[in-house]
């Protein structure tokens, strides 16, 4: 593993510190998101299937 500097080791500290700090608000975000695309996407068609290449297309009924 490498060396690190006192400078560096403070560094990582309050970079991490800073990430410690910003993750509720980040998890509120991707809640709010997560919440936001359900509801907008309720009334959207499903996603296509996936197109298999190299076999025959599948039957339709």
Same mark, same amino acid.
């Given at each position: 593993m490498?060396y690190?500097s006192a ?6 500290h309050r %970079? ?5 700090l ?6 509120v %975000? ?7 695309s359900? %509801?907008?996407g309720r009334?959207?068609i499903g996603?296509e299937?996936v197109r298999? %290449?190299?076999?025959?297309?599948a039957?339709?009924h």
């Open positions: 490498a690190r400078a560096q080791v403070r560094n990582i %970079v991490e510190a800073l990430i410690r910003a993750a509720p608000a980040l998890d %975000v991707l809640y709010a998101g997560d919440k936001a359900r %509801v907008i009334n959207q996603p299937p298999r %290449v190299g076999l025959p297309p039957k339709r």
